[in-house]
């Protein structure tokens, strides 16, 4: 799957493609939900720039806010900040990709 903003790929007849170079394109790599601090290492972030998207988990009855994602070499790791009194880590999804 390709992750791309702008108007990126144009087919505009059969035989005739049209790319826009300021385009971003990335391959997303997986996905994986977490509910406490973590890890996970993936060669394939050595093959363009790691990124990484924290979907879901927070709600207006859940103050904790999600994970913070990092990338070393081949290593994206996330860490939850310190849950205040009464509340629970979200469970959450992190999309991750190379661009």
């Known amino acids: ?3 791309v903003s702008g108007w990126g ?4 007849r059969p035989g005739l493609s049209e790319f826009n170079s300021a385009t971003i394109v990335g391959r ?13 290492s993936n060669s394939a972030f ?3 720039e790691p990124r990484a998207m924290v979907s879901g988990g927070v ?3 859940n ?3 999600p ?5 070393s070499g081949n290593t994206m790791s996330w860490t939850y900040p310190t849950p205040a009194p009464g ?12 661009q």
Do not use: C, H, K
């Not at 994970?67 to 990338?71: D, W």
């Open 9 to 12: 790929l144009r087919i505009r």
């Open 59 to 61: 709600s207006q009855f």
């Open 63 to 65: 103050a904790t806010p």
């Open 28 to 40: 997303i790599l997986g996905r994986i939900t977490v509910s406490d601090d973590g890890s996970l």
């Open 67 to 71: 994970p913070e994602v990092t990338f």
């Open 1 to 3: 799957m390709a992750v």
């Open 87 to 98: 509340t629970e880590r979200p469970t959450v999804t992190i999309i991750y990709w190379v």
């Open 46 to 48: 050595a093959s363009g």
